[in-house]
């Protein structure tokens, strides 16, 4: 069965750091682009950040850029992201993806495989 598990989330306050992680199985995913989207309760899926198959180049959310970072690990089979100087507004069910495309897009559309959400809450 492939699929995708994230880990990782938990309550913290403002401006601490949490380091969340995806792991693929069933199939490897060096081959997908890859990225992290969140949900906030009454609020639409929105893109975080997403890093290409070759790991050469990511794409961040204006919201996250300069505190965010997105890496991967393909021999692990394994996607990283690491969240600094977090805020009460990034509380939220965390999803990893991946897309069959080389090139990581905002768009949910583009991503066939999701892991099940990790929750991170962040106090003020």
């Known amino acids: 069965q492939v699929r995708l598990v994230d880990s990782g989330g938990g309550v913290v306050q403002a401006g601490a750091s949490l380091r969340l992680s995806c792991v693929g199985s069933g199939r490897t995913f060096r081959n997908d682009a890859m990225a992290w989207f969140r949900q906030a309760p009454g609020k639409e899926r929105e893109f975080v950040a997403g890093?290409?198959?070759?790991?050469?180049?990511?794409i961040y959310a204006d919201s996250v850029k300069g505190r965010f970072a997105i890496s991967r690990e393909n021999f692990l089979n394994l996607l990283n992201l690491q969240m600094n100087n977090l805020k009460p507004e990034d509380t939220a069910l965390y999803y990893c993806?991946?897309?069959?495309?080389?090139?990581?897009?905002?768009?949910?559309?583009?991503?066939?495989?999701w892991g099940q959400g990790t929750q991170v809450t962040v106090s003020s």
């Open positions: 890093i290409n198959r070759n790991s050469g180049s990511t």
């Open positions: 993806a991946a897309s069959p495309s080389a090139v990581a897009t905002t768009s949910t559309l583009q991503y066939n495989y």
